[in-house]
Nanobody, 128 residues
Framework: QLVESGGGLVQAGGSLRLSCAAS????????MAWFRQAPGKQRELVAA???????????NYVDSVKGRFTISRDNAKNTVYLQMNSLNPEDTAVYYC????????????????????WGQGTQVTVSS
């Protein structure tokens, strides 16, 4: 089970930190990702972090958020985070946490079809 929190309304240029708490005892063996879906658009990968038994995994970002968003994981707390800085109205969407244990050649899945487990989503609204 994945439970997101931390969404809300923020002005352009502001910051938010999303959290995703996972249940279970094998969190470190899961690839974790954040997706987002804006009205009328397809769900897109925002950031992913590979499984990391000791170091927490390597990270990957969609070009539009590079340098602004940071994904991280705390395996001791079974939690993955998405720190979002310099937000703009184009970042407005429902943000979803996703997880999967399968092996990916690149270390992470690139589409929503690559992930088995999903959170309920949290709304992020950025006003101009």
């Amino acid at each position: 089970q994945l439970v997101e929190s931390g969404g809300g309304l923020v002005q352009a240029g502001g910051s938010l930190r999303l959290s995703c708490a996972a249940s279970g005892r094998t969190f470190s063996s899961y690839v974790m990702a954040w997706f987002r879906q804006a009205p009328g658009k397809q769900r897109e990968l925002v950031a992913a972090i590979t499984r990391g038994i000791t170091r927490g995994g390597s990270t990957n970002y969609v070009d539009s958020v590079k340098g602004r968003f940071t994904i991280s994981r705390d395996n001791a707390k079974n939690t993955v985070y998405l720190q979002m800085n310099s937000l703009n109205p184009e970042d407005t969407a429902v943000y979803y946490c996703a997880a999967d244990r399968r092996w990916f050649d690149s270390g992470y899945g690139r589409t929503q079809h690559d992930y088995t487990y999903w959170g309920q989503g949290t709304q992020v609204t950025v006003s101009s």
